[in-house]
């Protein structure tokens, strides 16, 4: 739940943008932009089109659909990450299928860097939602066990289970992919 | 401090930044709200024609409608109904008799019902209007006679004279 500062904040500028204040939408993605933008690479794994695609599809969404986000139930940043997350399983999705159709030649489809990206998005993308929240918490935001546990209220035994849980589900999600990508 | 976290060099996040994106981005985002004044005043513009049209045809439909119900209805033939007769404002009571007019009336009679009745009723006149007490039990006397037996009865019209003689 969002502090009452914040949720009031959010509350205008989303009035605002709901009528039609270009400036406002401005302003309140400008100050959203770096924390999501930091999220869509990270759960692309890297791969700059895919992320730059993402990035794109989300804040356009984001901007049709601003009446669906509720400021009682969370913060900006965190519903505009949740359409991003959407909007990069569905350009997985829609990649796979062109992939289907145009297989590259050999040498190519041999490339590591590129294979590496592309396996960690698949693998984040076949994930829970929880184990991709823990995992969020602690490789992309940094943060330690103790402190994951006291933003969630869990204990840090918990955490550290689910973290173990969400790191080998990661590690099959991502052998799979990259096999089904070689 | 040392780790052996295998999967720090996958999930470990890049740092960067394309600046010229956000720009794109930032002006890509503000045309589906600017849209939304648009959409705004066209919802208004559409929402006022709307109702200057729905008032326009309500108004027509109100002058055809009748029009066309008063040609396809069967003309209606109204009967007028019969003036009433004034009323008179007051009843003109019948001519009351004299006394003696009744007595006539009981001499002439046959039927020893109506001797009753019209000796009676000269008996009433003659104690009523004249205050003539003889007369008046005379004629009850011959009343008392003709009516037989039957008529000695008291009733609540008789008057003080007739109760008297009848007892």
Redesign the interface.
């Known amino acids: 739940m969002p502090d009452e500062s914040t949720a009031r904040r959010d509350a205008n500028d989303r009035r605002a943008?709901?009528?039609?204040?270009?400036d406002a939408?401005?302003d309140w993605?400008?100050r959203t932009?770096?924390p999501v933008?930091?999220f869509v690479?990270?759960r692309c794994?890297?791969v700059?089109d895919l992320a730059?695609d993402c990035?794109?599809e989300t804040?356009?969404t984001?901007?049709?659909t601003?009446r669906q986000f509720d400021p009682a139930r969370g913060e900006f940043a965190g519903w505009v990450c949740g359409v991003a997350r959407n909007v990069v399983r569905n350009q997985l999705r829609a990649r796979r299928r062109h992939g289907a159709r145009h297989r590259p030649l050999p040498e190519h489809a041999a490339c590591p860097h590129r294979h590496?990206g592309t396996a960690?998005a698949e693998a984040l993308a076949a994930l829970p939602e929880r184990h991709e929240a823990v995992?969020r918490a602690?490789?992309?935001d940094g943060r330690t066990v103790r402190e994951i546990a006291a933003d969630w209220g869990e204990t840090e035994k918990a955490v550290e289970s689910l973290l173990t849980r969400a790191?080998d589900a990661?590690?099959a999600a991502?052998e799979r992919s990259d096999h089904a990508d070689r | 401090m040392p780790t052996d976290d295998d999967?720090?060099p996958?999930?470990?996040?890049?740092p960067?930044?394309?600046a010229a994106?956000?720009t794109?981005?930032?002006a890509?985002?503000?045309?589906?709200?600017?849209?939304?004044?648009?959409l705004?005043r066209a919802t208004t513009a559409t929402g006022l024609i709307a109702l200057v049209a729905a008032s326009f045809f309500a108004g027509r439909g109100s002058v055809v409608i009748p029009e066309a119900v008063a040609t396809a209805s069967p003309p209606v033939h109204v009967e007028s109904a019969p003036e009433p007769r004034p009323v008179p404002s007051e009843v003109t009571p019948p001519v009351e008799w004299t006394a003696e007019q009744y007595e006539l009336k009981a001499e002439l009679a046959t039927e020893s019902a109506e001797v009753a009745a019209y000796y009676r009723r000269a008996g009433d006149a003659f104690l009523k209007s004249r205050t003539d007490v003889k007369q008046a039990a005379r004629c009850y006397r011959l009343h008392l006679a003709a009516a037989g037996p039957d008529g000695r009865a008291i009733a609540a019209s008789d008057s003080w004279l007739l109760m008297a003689l009848k007892n």
Request: hydrophobic share 50%; aromatic share 14%.
């Open positions: 943008a709901l009528a039609g204040d270009a939408w401005a993605v400008g932009y770096a933008e930091a690479r990270w794994g890297g700059k730059d990035l794109q804040w356009l984001a901007a049709r601003v590496d960690v995992l602690k490789y992309l790191r990661f590690r991502y | 999967l720090l996958l999930l470990t996040p890049r960067y930044h394309d994106l956000r794109t981005i930032l890509a985002s503000r045309r589906p709200i600017r849209r939304r004044v648009w705004r």
